[in-house]
């Protein structure tokens, strides 16, 4: 099996169908991003299209289906994806889908349709997909994946398997990041990617350590009224908006931690403490669940057509002034 660690407990749940031939027709593969589920989503189409006899689910990976699906040149594997500059999933693209799974299988197998990121699906596509699961086709299987399950109507999760992933131990990130010689401190990348591996071994790529540095310099500065909203936004738009935001986000849970729980408050981003601490203390537990709200609201918008720089500017604005007093 060529799944990460933590995706164990979920292959092994998908697994024990596939041995007593009770594969479902549709699964739902969900968790937080960097916890590799487009990778799990990969490992269950080769398995299900592998043409190999074999007692276990694992692809063979040398059979002329393992070969064509790893050449992207399958005819019974589909996926549905975004579109270039579009934020959501069309109807059209679940209606192709649907006649996809819909005819024959040219291997005579199963056929395997992929949708990643299910949540974007509109309601008009959602409510066609819909129609599929209730009256599913043949040997048809649909693989569903998503971060934001939720937002998925509950008629659509209700027919789907659910194979939920969800991040490993701390301790358990920081040793997989030492096994793939690391460069940085694992144990501050496992805290910064809230446990989520994938994630975490992006923090030590691309400067994205020395900008999140510059973002939070730029936010002492708003709050401290060395500079003003405006200013700060240009900073916290240049680059990555959804990891800005994100960010932001966690620094105010951990002001809060330490406005609540005090000094000794476990954080995500623990070598930041001191500097934390001293914006604990100038805020109210309010103020700053108001500005997580907004921070968590900016998240949100990074998945719209939203411009970046309105979109940081429109949340910082909360930010400016010396706020609630503590």
């Not at 164990?8 to 916890?35: D, F, K, M, Q």
């Amino acid at each position: 099996m060529s799944c990460y660690p933590w995706q164990r407990a979920a292959w092994e749940l998908y697994a024990a169908r596939w041995s007593n031939a009770t594969v479902p027709h549709a699964l739902l593969i969900a968790g937080p991003r960097g916890l590799g589920k487009r990778a799990l989503a990969a490992e269950l189409a080769a398995s299900l299209l592998c043409r190999v006899p074999r007692e276990e689910a694992v692809a063979c990976r040398n059979c002329g289906g393992c070969r064509q699906l790893a050449a992207a040149v399958h005819p019974d594997y589909w996926q549905v994806s975004l579109e270039p500059k579009r934020s959501q999933i069309r109807v059209e693209q679940i209606r192709e889908l649907i006649a996809f799974v819909s005819l024959t299988s040219q291997h005579g197998g199963r056929k395997v349709a992929v949708i990643e990121p299910a949540e974007r699906m509109n309601a008009s596509a959602a409510n066609a997909l819909l129609k599929t699961l209730e009256e599913p086709p043949g040997e048809g299987v649909l693989v569903l994946v998503s971060e934001l399950p939720g937002r998925l109507p509950a008629t659509v999760r209700s027919r789907c398997v659910p194979l939920q992933l969800r991040p490993p131990p701390a301790a358990e990130v920081a040793a997989w990041l030492r096994a793939r010689n690391y460069q940085g401190d694992p144990a501050l990348a496992a805290n910064l990617a809230r446990g989520r591996p994938l994630a975490a071994l992006e923090w030590g790529r691309g400067g994205r350590l020395e900008r999140r540095l510059a973002l939070f310099e730029a936010l002492e500065s708003l709050l401290g009224g060395r500079c003003g909203a405006l200013p700060a936004a240009q900073t916290f738009g240049a680059g990555d908006t959804r990891e800005a935001m994100g960010l932001l986000a966690a620094w105010t849970r951990d002001l809060l931690r330490l406005r609540l729980a005090g000094a000794d408050a476990e954080l995500e981003h623990p070598d930041l403490r001191p500097r934390l601490l001293r914006l604990a203390h100038q805020h109210s537990p309010r103020w700053l669940l108001a500005r997580l709200d907004e921070a968590h609201r900016g998240e949100q918008l990074c998945d719209t057509p939203v411009a970046p720089q309105l979109l940081v500017e429109d949340v910082l604005v909360g930010w400016s002034g010396a706020g609630e007093p503590p």
